[in-house]
């Protein structure tokens, strides 16, 4: 039986969430803090640059928020044999 052969996420979006080069992050301003197998812990601090008309907290940041969780948690779960995905 031949190995896979070991091909690393090109570019490896564990490392780039890990050092929090992730556009949206840099956007709105939150920051991964740690990220393992299966997840991740994001801190944010709310700015007024950050709230809808009535002065609360814009619902949309916490969408994008939650949106970018997710997706380091799932890039924490890629095995490095695995190819980037043709959209990245």
Request: proline share 7%; charged share 20%; aromatic share 4%.
């Amino acid at each position: 039986m031949i190995a896979a052969q070991e091909t690393p996420l090109q570019p490896d979006l564990r490392e780039r969430a890990k050092s929090n080069d992730v556009a949206v992050a840099r956007l709105i301003g939150f920051e991964a803090k740690e990220i393992a197998e299966g997840r991740a812990t994001v801190t944010f601090s709310v700015e007024p640059r950050h709230a809808n008309h009535m002065g609360t907290l814009h619902g949309g940041i916490l969408c994008d928020i939650a949106d970018a969780a997710m997706g380091m948690v799932f890039a924490s779960t890629l095995a490095r044999r695995n190819p980037a995905p043709p959209w990245s």
